[in-house]
């Protein structure tokens, strides 16, 4: 579903008693970036998962399913302990985790590099400091939390990469970590951009999104997002 920001959007902002004000604050437009010159080659082999942090996760992993070779999408908390996983207390800022998807690929159909380069280009924007458009704190930081070596490698020669390249206008502040646990949030923030599309957040922040991907990256692009709320997860 496609919003005109000039006509129902302000009228959506307003009933949800969102200030327009604040819906200025959203994130910037997507940067159309090169791929990673350092990659995994795409090959048969068993499913891999990468883990995000890019600001609030409902567009992350709205973004992500809408990618080909993705075969699931789970929005939840990495960088802090289980016993504080839960959206309250992440909430407060002071958990250190931060809202992320665990993203389960086929390493035949789409490589680790360019699920970054999405991630990069459209999902967020990596030069701002614990924050993503409107919402603010260290919980919508920029993180790549790396599951072995290989992930770190492509991840830090891809930010030096863009940097050297001058790929945004400010450097990127996206962190390089390595996963300490992923940890799901709860059934309400799954699949939310694809089963709420006339939230007014949403439909600000996060639908856009979806619109960049498929313009800017379009061999990349599916239609039919695959979605937790289908059961296991696959796509048909």
């Known amino acids: 579903m496609k919003f005109a920001r000039s006509s129902i959007l302000p009228t959506l902002l307003a009933i949800a008693g969102v200030t ?59 960088g802090g302990n289980r ?34 380069q999405v991630f990069f280009s459209v999902a967020h924007d990596p030069t701002q400091l614990n924050r993503q458009g409107p919402d603010v704190g260290s919980q919508y930081r920029s993180v790549i939390a790396y599951s072995d070596d290989t992930q770190k490698h492509i991840a830090t020669t891809y930010i030096a990469q863009l940097n050297k390249a001058g790929a945004f206008s400010r450097p990127i502040v ?16 799954q699949d939310f951009l694809a089963l709420n599309p006339t939230n007014p957040y949403i439909a600000y922040n996060d639908l856009p999104k979806i619109a960049s991907l498929q313009r800017l990256f379009p061999d990349y692009y599916t239609d039919h997002p695959v979605l937790l709320a289908a059961g296991d997860g696959s796509r048909k």
Do not use: M
């Open 20 to 78: 327009w004000q604040l819906a200025s604050c959203a994130a910037e437009a997507p940067v159309n970036i090169p791929p990673p010159a350092v990659d995994n080659p795409k090959q048969a082999g068993p499913l891999q998962t990468a883990v995000l942090s890019g600001g609030c996760f409902w567009g992350v992993q709205g973004v992500f399913e809408h990618v080909k070779g993705v075969q699931k999408v789970v929005s939840g908390y990495a």
């Open 83 to 116: 016993s504080t996983a839960d959206y309250e207390q992440v909430g407060t800022g002071t958990t250190g985790h931060a809202e992320s998807v665990q993203i389960t690929f086929d390493p035949a159909k789409v490589s680790y590099g360019e699920l970054l």
């Open 174 to 189: 996206t962190k390089v970590d390595p996963l300490r646990g992923f940890y799901e949030a709860e059934s309400y923030h």
